[in-house]
């Protein structure tokens, strides 16, 4: 039960504001998410560089050193960003599983938040507003992004229930709405190979997304798979490197407004997280149709 | 004309002014600025005044309203004119979902297109859409006419009672129960004030008729599917 | 001697296929359609009776029995709302409709209540003048189907109860047959004469915690913040339930178990579908006080209440004020014994009468028959649910001075044990003669 904001650019010019125009959508939906709030953002791409974003409920002890052993550990340069809880390694992209299977070793207390090229995830419980400052969410930039305000109905309000989730390289996913088949299908996930960390139905659904592409699916062949399989109500947003995805399941009711211009692309629970936007009041406003899978690619 | 800065003064101040106004009021004309997209925008009104609302509305814009006219300059939320009683609300943009949910009475006109369930659970409303309306319209609809000019989406008039439906345009799919009636005179004389009402011009005739086929009013062991 | 027949075993029926079992299977045979009947589940389920109080004695010291003052006032509503509801009595009256009850049954209802001191509630049909006139504290419910939902009645309401969910019928909408739908009834609800209503399961207009809280503030705008809003849920997932109705902003929550009565649903439904009033009331409080909302927000509990030892559990347990709706109706002469030759008639018996929702009761209670209707006497029956009323809070307020308590509401949960494995795991309450339950933190099972 949540809001969800999501902005792709197809203007250029727009990209060093990203992170503000996210920010102020995000808070707008406050109301329909007070426990936690987390935003993905799809930034630029560095021929083989890869980011890796990191969490700690102990950020000083985690990252202190962490750049300098995990440079020696995988044998290649890595940077390290700390931000509040949060840090993000820059390293090369072919260095990626080595460096993730030495973090799990080195400091078994973190979590990934993300793995990619280009995306970044950070997430925690609290307000939007004050999750966003902590981050420092307006100064990003990039191409396009994704944000989610958390009311938690069964599961924990804790920073790994906190939406945006993971799915894989360069892809997370959000929700709103509750789901009611997760359970089985976190059984048959897992007797496929497939870990859950959470109690959380739309981790599920993200498992479920990462399982369809392992196994030979486009993003939009899974997401109309999850139509047959995904029971219950949801409004989904997927962010991929380099495309925006958006579906509901087949009766929905929860929620879900988009815009689009020559300039971008906008989702919003509400129509008011797009009111800030630029040109939106000749923008095509529409309400995306059940179980109709949306997408856009730059 | 009376200016009320939402955005400044907030909710509860708006109504309220708008709540202290009584079938004899002298202050009818009423804008309402920066509302934002605001939710439960002058809801539960009750008196003969025209609020207009500059900008874009949230949820149940015009909620239970009985009497008043609304206008609003933008894009209506969810549940806009739900449970309305009486009175009008004419929106320029578009409707999101649950339009007029449960309406009892009154006539509610959008300019552009209504989402999905419009008119859900319509208990007397008249609703006139210029544009498309979505999935599962007038879903229960109990009685009251849905107006549509453009195209309806899938299963109109799903478990409808004794409302009616007029659509123009193509429908996707009807719903359980629901079925193409014939347009006779007084259907046509009944659209064409509607259709003035709202402002449009589109021709009664041009519009295909759809009600109830009363299959579902008492169980019956062989409709078991359609429930 | 070759006559004799061998010795066989006496006839012998199955446990798994019981009389009962097979009726129905005929029934559902002949008919073709669900057993649809009234009240709440029927199957014995662990319940207050299973729990004991211990008293004082030595180390408690008990009030004296009608001298020492033992308060039963409760206050609901009071965290938002400006006008909240004040109560002599922690008993309310459940939310039943007119249309499922007669115009008379809610006049009674509405002045038992009254002469208690304590409220009573609408239903799924809306709001009647008998019932308005008669209730000094009269709650409006708010229901998926808004039949007979109106802006003036919400308006002489003195609460609003949106109701999310019914004990009986967790997740389920409402029934009601086309024998009930009369000429009043119908124009209430804007419907034709005698079809069958159907209710939605959800609300049109909303889904969720996160558009409750909107649907709330709109409720609250209408009314000015006058009056208190309550939340009516089922027993299905009381935790989370409690805790995303408190985050949408409710002023009172009421939980329903699955005892808990219907005008008309499933049978299979009534009796398969949610969770015993025992064992819903301490994950429920959980939540409150997990929020810091205990007797902030008040918990009401309902399903199955008869009397005021019940009335005392569910107050130990950590409810506020309880709600009942069939102990109302029998106290008022539903299934009463006198019409035994017409409840024959019918193929039933007085105590097992619940086909409510064919309109043909004998008592006059759940009719819309003006004939039947008549028989019943709403000032009379007013009468008899004050006596109730009043007999459960005198009997409340004894067991409460016997553990030392000057308000019903400062009895605890360590006042009481359990007398099976079953009642000390739901209520949380050790069994009788140990210090333990099953679950107990720390024990190890």
Known sequence: ?298 | MQTFDLGEKGLRAMHEELHAQTQSTNETAWEIVNPKGSHAIAVGLDAPIEVTVRGSTGYYCGGMNKQATINIDGSAGPGTGENMMSGKIIIEGDASQYLGATAHGGLIVVKGNAASRCGISMKGVDIVVHGNVGHMSAFMGQSGNLVVCGDAGEALGDSCYEARFFVRGEVKSLGADCEKKEMRAEHIALLKGLLEEAGCDAKPEEFTRYGSARQLYNFDIDNAGAY | MTDQKPPHTTPRQSATFSPDVNSDIRRAAATGIYDIRGGGAKRRVPNFDDLLFMGASISRYPLEGYREKCETSVTIGGLHASNPIELDIPITIAGMSFGSLSGPAKEALGRGASMAGTSTTTGDGGMTQEERGHSTKLVYQYLPSRYGMNPDDLRRADAIEVVVGQGAKPGGGGMLLGQKISDRVAEMRNLPKGIDQRSACRHPDWTGPDDLEIKILELREITGWKVPIYVKVAGARPYYDVTLAIKAGADAIVLDGMQGGTAATQDVFIEHVGQPTLAIIRPAVQALQDLGMHRKVQLILSGGIRSGADVAKAMALGADAVSIGTAALIAIGDNDPKWEAEYNKLGTTAGAYDDWHEGQDPAGITTQDPELMARFDPIEGGRRLRNYLKVMTLEAQTIARACGKNHLHNLEPEDLVALTMEAAAMAQVPLSGTDWYPGKPGTGF
């Open chain 1, 1 to 298: 039960m949540c809001g969800i904001v999501g902005l792709f650019l197809k203007d250029k010019s727009l990209e060093p504001k990203l992170g503000e125009m996210l920010t102020e959508m995000l808070i707008t939906m406050t109301d329909r998410g007070p426990d936690s709030a987390g935003i993905a953002v799809y930034g630029a791409d560095h021929d083989g560089r890869a980011k890796l974003t990191i969490q700690s409920a102990t950020p000083e002890t985690s990252y202190a050193g962490l750049e300098v052993e995990l440079s020696g550990r995988i044998g290649a340069e890595v940077s390290l960003r700390v931000k509040d809880t949060h840090a993000v390694i820059d390293l090369p992209e072919d260095k990626m599983l080595e460096a993730r299977t030495a973090l799990k070793e080195m400091r078994p207390e973190t979590r990934v938040m993300s793995a990619g090229e280009v995306i970044e995830i950070y997430k925690e419980v609290g307000l939007p507003g004050d999750v966003a400052e902590r981050f420092d969410i307006p100064q990003l930039t990039g191409s396009h992004g994704i944000g989610h305000t958390r009311m938690a109905t069964e599961s924990a309000v804790t920073t790994l229930g906190a939406h945006p989730f993971s799915t894989g390289a360069d892809q997370c996913l959000v929700h709103n709405g509750s789901l009611s088949n997760h359970n089985s299908l976190r059984r048959t996930l897992a007797r496929e190979g497939v870990m859950t960390e959470t109690e959380n139905d739309t981790e599920v659904a993200a498992a479920y997304l990462t399982w369809k592409m392992q196994n030979g699916h486009s993003l939009g062949e899974a997401l109309e798979a999850g139509i047959d399989d995904l029971d219950g109500f949801y409004t989904f947003v997927v962010g991929t490197k380099d495309g925006f995805g958006v579906v509901r399941d087949p009766i929905a009711c929860k929620p879900a407004v988009m815009a689009e211009t020559d300039q971008y692309v906008a989702f919003g629970s509400e129509y008011r997280a797009l009111v800030s936007l630029p040109g939106i009041e000749d923008a095509r406003v529409w309400e995306p149709e059940p179980a109709t899978v949306y997408f856009w690619k730059h």
